[in-house]
């Protein structure tokens, strides 16, 4: 397992796409953050107003750098399933089952692999949204009741769900081993959970809230920095309007990403298995 | 003990036998050459043995370990394949695949002992330093893959049609390299189309058509029934090896159920003559001459026929 993990590491290092991919996680954050800037300065509502409501600061920039949907959100999951598959198109694959690796260990590797691709690429792309956004925009301080709970709340669920895309993306390379399928699925899964999950959101959903909250990327949304300012309340309020503590959307949330993340690398693995190789 | 052997291995792919009941043997340090048309069944067979396909009946050991047993994983690592073509990365410089091949198998090797392999196979580490493979030739890159073979020091190395796409030069150095290494002890199992390119290398072939294995044979005994020869039916079939060897004509003879073959430059006048002195009712005589090629392509009729 050690050695299939370097090997798929020294691919990903080689790979062009993990610098394009890089140079993306840098210069997206800036391109975002001047827009909200420019947006600020054509704005007809005064700054003081903006900064008391959270609208356009360094906060809602931040807040929202794990969505799936912006710019990166929809790029680092195709990117890691890209980079699985070229594993078949070239061929090394082959390489690997030939010289004695099992095959499950060969989907664990790759899964490992993209996992990590992920969270490198979301991290640095969350960090520098954060140095550009507080460079160039107001940040006001003291919006949530406790700070620190907000930001683990916050960064540990935007990150869990790449690493859930990184298994969604993962076993699309894995079952199709075809960039074309790989790339269009995983951008319908990315869509129809978030277009799920706002619907969702405003509906009376409180008696099967904890189903709800058991749909992935839906608890995304109660972490989005913005909690004690107006926007973070209006959001909360139309995000179902449930009085739930978020210790337990937080831990439904991450148990979501957890168990639909297991099952689907279970049937990849089972699939993986199966299937005759070219 | 057999390298690799297999029984009853068969493989169905849409109603279709692509390989049925193939019981092949290959003993450690054989050539074996598996021979036969293209879409006979050969890369399918290959892609069964090196794990990438499952059989759909049959079985097979390498090194002795059952296909279905856990250690065949590390019977694998004994083994190297390349299977249709060489599965090189193509964003990646030679020493680059070499390097990522060293990390698949867990072998340790220095950057000098890689520009070595990659100088050993005909390639120029040292001008080739910055290329990428994808800029490389079809036989360059056939090349790098058996660098890539060698990486691990195989006890058994497979070759799919190893000498697709090479010049005359290329084909001579994998040919020498192929003989080198087996000198060291490489059992190999060799795959191609045409007999020709095998048979100065190899010392058993197996010849397989529509997925079956039509014949396994040493390359000693193929050039045997390949030569010329004459071949007797006759009542008391017994009685002819005697008879010939009396009146002097005492070449190679060989009973094959009713049939008795002469070989060599034995006269047929002289074999007739000798047998109808002594009361041997001849059924048929018929005097055979033919190449190793001819006996092949005979062998892929009869298969044909089958």
């Known amino acids: ?278 | 003990m057999d390298v690799l052997s297999t029984k009853g291995l068969s493989k169905v792919y849409k109603g279709h036998f692509a390989v049925k009941d193939v019981a092949m043997h290959i003993e450690k340090g054989d050539i074996y050459g598996f021979v036969g048309e293209n879409g006979a069944g050969k890369t399918t067979l290959i892609r069964l043995v090196t794990g990438l396909a499952a059989p759909t009946a049959g079985k097979y050991a390498l090194f002795g370990v059952p296909n279905r047993d856990k250690g065949i994983y590390e019977a694998r690592r004994k083994t190297a394949a390349i299977v249709e073509t060489a599965t090189i990365a193509k964003n990646m410089t030679a020493i680059e695949n070499l390097k990522m091949q060293c990390l698949i198998t867990g072998t340790a090797r220095s950057d000098e002992e890689l520009e070595a392999l990659i100088d050993r196979v005909g390639l120029d580490a040292e001008g080739l330093r910055k290329k990428k493979v994808g800029n490389f030739s079809l036989g360059m890159r056939q090349r790098l893959g058996i660098a890539m073979v060698m990486v691990s020091d195989p006890e058994f190395v497979i070759l799919d049609e190893p000498m697709n796409g090479l010049d005359p030069q290329g084909f001579i150095e994998v040919r020498e390299t192929i003989l080198k290494l087996h000198r060291e002890g490489v059992t190999f199992l060799i795959s191609s189309h045409i007999l020709s390119e095998l048979e100065k290398i190899c010392t058993k072939i197996g010849v397989i058509s529509h997925g079956e294995l039509l014949e396994e044979i040493s390359m000693e005994d193929l050039h045997r029934k390949a030569r010329r020869r004459i071949v007797i039916t006759a009542d008391e079939p017994e009685r002819i090896g005697g008879l010939l060897a009396v009146a002097g004509i005492s070449q190679e003879i060989e009973q094959q159920g009713n049939e008795i073959l002469v070989f060599g430059d034995a006269d047929i006048n002289a074999i007739m003559k000798t047998l109808v002195e002594n009361g041997v009712t001849i059924r048929s005589i018929n005097a055979l001459e033919e190449t190793v090629e001819d006996y092949y392509i005979r062998l892929l009729g009869r298969g044909k026929i089958a």
């Not at chain 1, 449930?242 to 990849?268: C, D, M, P, Q, R």
Request: hydrophobic share 50%; charged share 10%.
């Open chain 1, 1 to 278: 397992m050690k050695q299939l993990l370097q090997a798929d590491l020294y691919r990903m290092v080689k790979s062009k796409l993990t610098m394009v991919l890089l140079i993306l996680s840098a210069a997206f954050p800036l391109f975002t953050v001047l827009i909200y800037v420019g947006l600020r300065a054509i704005s007809s509502i005064g700054e003081e107003i903006m900064d008391s409501v959270g609208f356009l600061t360094a906060n809602t920039v931040i807040g929202s750098a794990y969505s799936l949907t912006n710019n990166i959100g929809l790029v680092i999951p195709v990117m890691a399933g890209i980079l699985v598959c070229t594993d078949f198109t070239s061929g090394t694959l082959r390489n690997k089952v030939v010289a004695g690796n099992p095959r499950t260990k060969i989907y664990f590797s790759h899964l490992i692999v993209s996992i990590l691709y992920s969270v490198v690429m979301i991290t640095i792309y969350v960090l520098f949204t954060a140095g550009f956004a507080l460079l160039m925009l107001p940040y006001k301080s003291g919006f949530a009741v406790n700070v620190v709970r907000e930001y683990v709340f916050w960064a540990v669920t935007g990150t869990m769900s790449f690493v859930f895309m990184a298994t969604v993306s993962t076993f699309f390379a894995m079952t199709f081993r075809s960039i074309a399928p790989t790339i269009l699925l995983t951008l319908l899964v990315t869509f129809t959970l978030l277009i799920l999950s706002s619907t969702l959101s405003f509906t009376d959903y409180s008696n099967v809230r904890h189903l709800v909250y058991f749909i992935p990327t839906f608890s995304g949304q109660f972490f989005s920095l913005t909690g004690g300012s107006l926007i973070g309340t209006a959001i909360n309020a139309l995000v179902g309007g449930v009085s739930e503590s978020k210790e337990v959307i937080f831990a439904e949330g991450i148990g979501s990403f957890v168990f639909f993340g297991t099952v689907n690398t279970v049937l990849g693995v089972i699939l993986f298995c199966k299937r005759d190789l070219k």
